[in-house]
T-cell receptor, first 112, second 116 residues
């Protein structure tokens, strides 16, 4: 079946450190891939997405590249800030369905 | 900026009781969704709703669950007879469409349901 696997958290970093949060997926066909972020007390917000192989999604300094050969969509940021502290969810959606399939989420904590 | 709102933020109920979770989607959106997250587990899709009917539902969404859009603004999830395992965070979402830039699902902050 279709599924998403994320690295377990929490990920704890100092400000300005490099961030990678790993995400791999299992899906038939060619799903769209997403990263959502949830700040404390808020709903999930779309951070970035990619809809086909080799696409790179980017937003607010975050990037992720759709790698079909490794079925991965790892989230990266070159220099994290305290304000990036949140829970990050990787998700996929197949074209013939409405639903998003999520990973378990990875909590990021950035300290000054 | 338009946002999805959910009430209440936290609901505590006794096992066997009915609960209704309420959501107000973004006003010009056409597709509505419910997801849930049991503590420590994945966010799971429950149901999607379009044009006043269910368009897709998961195995979790059995006869104990129902959804309704009773007026032009609210979207509700009813659990008829709650079980302990229904304790979870329930997220409502809405989207303008299913493709391209319209497919983004906007999520509410969630309702935490605790069944005792």
């Amino acid at each position: 079946g279709n599924s998403v696997t994320q690295m377990e958290g929490p990920v704890t970093l100092s400000e300005e450190a490099f961030l990678t949060i790993n995400c791999t997926y299992t899906a038939t066909g060619y799903p769209s891939l997403f990263w959502y972020v949830q700040y404390p007390g808020e709903g999930l917000q779309l951070l970035l997405k990619a809809t086909k192989a080799d696409d790179k999604g980017s937003n607010k300094g975050f990037e992720a590249t759709y790698r079909k050969e490794t079925t991965s969509f790892h989230l990266e940021k070159g220099s994290v800030q305290v304000s990036d502290s949140a829970v990050y969810f990787c998700a996929l959606r197949r074209g013939n369905t409405d639903k998003l399939i999520f990973g378990t989420g990875t909590r990021l904590q950035v300290f000054p | 900026e338009p946002e999805v709102t959910q009430t209440p933020s936290h609901q505590v109920t006794q096992m066997g009781q009915e609960v209704i979770l309420r959501c107000v989607p973004i006003s010009n959106h056409l597709y509505f969704y419910w997801y849930r997250q049991i503590l420590g587990q994945k966010v799971e899709f429950l149901v999607s709703f379009y044009n006043n009917e269910i368009s897709e539902k998961s195995e979790i969404f059995d006869d104990q669950f129902s959804v309704e859009r009773p007026d032009g603004s609210n979207f509700t999830l009813k659990i008829r007879s709650t079980k302990l395992e229904d304790s979870a965070m329930y997220f409502c979402a809405s989207s303008a469409g299913l493709a391209g830039v319209l497919e983004e699902q906007f999520f509410g902050p969630g309702t935490r349901l605790t069944v005792l």
